[in-house]
């Protein structure tokens, strides 16, 4: 089945790709969780929790259900580092980024070819009718590219 | 048809992503080019050179022909950044980005969805016997993240 392999090599890229950022910050100490990427720029510990909120974001996007942690955004989404003094605690970030990409994952896999070419929560019927592209396939690329871009990030700490 | 769809989205965000690279790089003045992402990091231009190098090498890798510039191999690919005392003027760079990107667009929009899910040259028989994943969109995918992935990095220098 050609769509079949198409769908398993891009979701092969999205486990590969979490995997990537799961060995880093799981790993990083909680100096290195502190680091800036750049001068000025974000902290490792923002751009994992940035992440989790844009993970988790995607499961009603792609109608999984309800979002497992909606209070992510407030530190990690609608503001910038350092906006917001008390960030939530390492170990509660590192449980809210494997609990929602297992279920995120789960979902995922559970999608057949017709289901991913469905159209995405925040498109109307009206303009998914006028492009069929807007769809949840779109959705997986596009959060793909976006944890890659980050991760380009993070690997300017090391050495 | 499903996996004509799954393959447009694919070259979609291939071709969103090569734009936004393409407005960052032309767009930038000489001075810019030479910032680094972070201290001590790489250059602008040697991004632009290394991703110009990489799409090069893509050419061969899907079999759509020989490299066009293999020189950029040297200055942007096998030596870090500095390590070359002289790279190419940027001009040189931008027109090899732009002679690269368009003929590999042209062959990347040639391919029917058989075709992507052909082995790419840097596998096997064997090994792809054993593992078809290792075909030309999953070399798609894999350059789209690489291209983001380094794009966040350029990210950095704005502002």
């Given at each position: 089945m050609?769509?079949?392999a198409l769908l398993t090599s891009a979701l092969n890229s999205w486990k590969s790709t979490v995997e990537r950022a799961d060995r880093l910050f799981s790993q990083a100490s909680e100096e290195q969780l502190q680091t800036e990427v750049a001068p000025g720029k974000n902290r490792l510990i923002y751009l994992w929790g940035h992440?989790?909120?844009v993970h988790?974001?995607?499961l009603p996007l792609l109608?999984?259900?309800?979002?497992?942690h909606p209070e992510l955004d407030a530190p990690f989404l609608s503001n910038p580092d350092r906006a917001i003094p008390e960030l939530p605690k390492t170990e509660e970030i590192k449980k809210s980024w494997n609990e929602i990409n297992?279920?995120?994952?789960?979902g995922l896999e559970s999608f057949s070819a017709t289901e991913w070419?469905?159209?995405?929560?925040?498109v109307s019927d009206e303009d998914f009718a006028k492009d069929p592209s807007r769809n949840r396939f779109a959705i997986l690329l596009s959060r793909t590219n976006h944890l890659s871009?980050?991760?380009?990030?993070?690997a300017l700490t090391s050495k």
């Open positions: 050609t769509e079949q992440l989790t909120a988790d974001r995607m109608s999984l259900g309800e979002r497992l297992s279920s995120l994952l789960a070419l469905q159209k995405h929560a925040s871009f980050h991760l380009g990030q993070t």
